[in-house]
Nanobody
Framework: QVQLVESGGGLVQAGGSLTLSCAAS????????VGWFRQTPGKEREFVAA??????????KYADSVKGRFTISRDNAKNTVYLQMSSLKPQDTAVYYC???????????????????WGQGTQVTVSS
């Protein structure tokens, strides 16, 4: 079973940047799709970004609300996936979770129900 640990959250002013990290306990992590989701109180978990192996290359997908501002990347040598966030807005405030799963395709990578493993979350707060 893969364990995921997020880090890098914190308080930042609007317009600022943060980079979240998702570190996995298992080297098999490299073949998993990895997604970032976020959640605010009273709302459902929302897709942010994901990266998956297509068999030829890695493919990424972003929510419309973060396109052009967030970048997902991975370093398989470190069993870590990153979410670089820039031009942050107060509406980006949430608990951010990373998730991993094996049987996830380009079509399903924005569906939280497809992911098998979840981290504990890290709080991101953007002040106006």
């Amino acid at each position: 079973q893969v364990q995921l640990v997020e880090s890098g959250g914190g308080l930042v002013q609007a317009g600022g940047s943060l980079t979240l990290s998702c570190a996995a306990s298992d080297g098999t992590f490299r073949r998993y799709a990895v997604g970032w989701f976020r959640q605010t109180p009273g709302k459902e978990r929302e897709f942010v970004a994901a990266i998956t192996w297509t068999g030829i290359t890695y493919s990424t997908k972003y929510a419309d609300s973060v396109k052009g501002r967030f970048t997902i990347s991975r370093d398989n040598a470190k069993n870590t996936v990153y979410l670089q966030m820039s031009s942050l807005k107060p509406q980006d405030t949430a608990v951010y979770y990373c998730a991993a799963g094996e049987r996830i395709t380009i079509v399903t990578m924005d569906d939280p129900g497809r992911y098998e493993y979840w981290g504990q979350g890290t709080q991101v707060t953007v002040s106006s």
